[in-house]
């Protein structure tokens, strides 16, 4: 059974994300589609990158994933990526940049998207006449390679890259999403973070230091911490709080770490 995740900002009020799932059975019965989030703010192609990129690994090998965030024009053009293990489609608005960054060695093609159509395609909901006939044919008849022709020229989305000082012991980033918990997830990772500083070091946010630790308990109730994050990133956060309100950081805030 072929697993197909889908990432919108449909939203779960109203028959369309349903109805998207419904039309990629309707194409191959054998499909199962699964909602990743169709929470995504209205048009924030930002966050619906980031939900690819912190959730993609954790779903099996050959997992197509439909995203369709700021997606409302059927001309758009639309985009198909292969990595080693998954295969992506969405329209060339950067929804795959932060997938494609981490995955370098990903093929990337510009889709013949005419060719998927629905026969009564409506063109003010793409996501279903064109992802959904797209992405149920890549989970079953359609070789990736025969979707479309090779490109690198697509959409990307400027990433904060970290800025290493490797004699310094320091390396510097920024806040690239802040969770519904508060959590300020960084741009910086673990391994990033061990080449510049090492094993020992501190997390440095707007002059004050926080810990750098692996678990909440690890630091009292109220206090601030930074660790490894379930996206592969550095977060910021409060043991028993909100991160983002009580130390100020917001999208783009710097974030510093500095050997200990």
Same mark, same amino acid.
């Given at each position: 059974?072929?697993?197909?995740?889908?990432?919108?900002?449909?939203?779960?009020?109203?028959?369309?994300?349903?109805?998207? @799932?419904?039309?990629?059975?309707?194409?191959?019965?054998?499909?199962?589609? !699964?909602?990743?989030?169709?929470?995504?703010?209205?048009?924030? !192609?930002?966050?619906?990158?980031?939900?690819? #990129?912190?959730?993609?690994?954790?779903?099996?090998?050959?997992?197509?994933?439909?995203? $369709?965030?700021?997606?409302?024009? $059927?001309? $758009?053009?639309?985009?198909? $990526? =292969?990595?080693?293990?998954?295969?992506?489609?969405?329209? *060339?608005?950067?929804? #795959?940049?932060? %997938?494609?960054?981490?995955e370098m060695l990903a093929d990337v093609r510009e889709v013949n998207i005419e060719e998927y159509l629905l026969p009564s395609g409506c063109s003010t909901f793409p996501a279903r006449d064109l992802l959904a006939p797209l992405a149920a044919a890549?989970? *079953?008849?359609?070789?990736?390679?025969?979707?479309?022709?090779?490109?690198?020229?697509? %959409? @990307?989305?400027?990433?904060?890259?970290?800025? +290493?000082?490797?004699?310094?012991? =320091?390396?510097?980033?920024?806040?690239?999403?802040?969770?519904?918990?508060?959590?300020?997830?960084?741009?910086?990772?673990?391994?990033?973070? +061990?080449?510049?500083?090492?094993?020992?070091?501190?997390? !440095? !946010? *707007?002059?004050?230091?926080?810990? %750098?630790?692996?678990?909440? @308990? *690890? %630091?009292?109730?109220?206090?601030?911490?930074?660790?490894?994050?379930? +996206?592969?990133?550095?977060?910021?956060?409060?043991?028993?709080?909100?991160? +983002?309100?009580?130390?100020?950081? =917001?999208?783009?805030?710097?974030?510093?770490f500095v050997r200990g």
């Amino acid at each position: 059974m072929a697993t197909i995740a889908l990432v919108t900002d449909l939203g779960t009020d109203g028959w369309f994300a349903g109805e998207l @799932k419904g039309t990629i059975l309707s194409l191959n019965a054998m499909a199962s589609p !699964v909602d990743l989030t169709h929470a995504i703010p209205r048009g924030c !192609v930002a966050d619906g990158a980031f939900a690819l #990129l912190a959730s993609y690994r954790s779903f099996p090998e050959e997992t197509v994933f439909l995203s $369709a965030v700021d997606y409302g024009s $059927a001309g $758009a053009r639309v985009i198909a $990526a =292969k990595s080693a293990s998954h295969i992506f489609v969405a329209p *060339d608005n950067g929804l #795959l940049s932060w %997938v494609l960054r981490r995955e370098m060695l990903a093929d990337v093609r510009e889709v013949n998207i005419e060719e998927y159509l629905l026969p009564s395609g409506c063109s003010t909901f793409p996501a279903r006449d064109l992802l959904a006939p797209l992405a149920a044919a890549l989970s *079953d008849w359609l070789a990736f390679e025969n979707c479309g022709e090779l490109t690198s020229d697509y %959409v @990307k989305l400027e990433w904060p890259e970290p800025q +290493a000082d490797m004699d310094g012991g =320091k390396v510097s980033g920024a806040v690239v999403y802040i969770d519904r918990f508060g959590n300020a997830i960084t741009s910086i990772s673990p391994r990033e973070l +061990a080449e510049a500083c090492g094993k020992s070091c501190a997390c !440095v !946010v *707007d002059g004050r230091e926080i810990p %750098v630790v692996s678990h909440y @308990k *690890d %630091v009292p109730v109220g206090s601030a911490l930074s660790y490894p994050g379930s +996206a592969g990133l550095m977060e910021v956060a409060i043991n028993g709080g909100r991160a +983002a309100e009580a130390l100020n950081l =917001k999208i783009g805030s710097e974030v510093c770490f500095v050997r200990g």
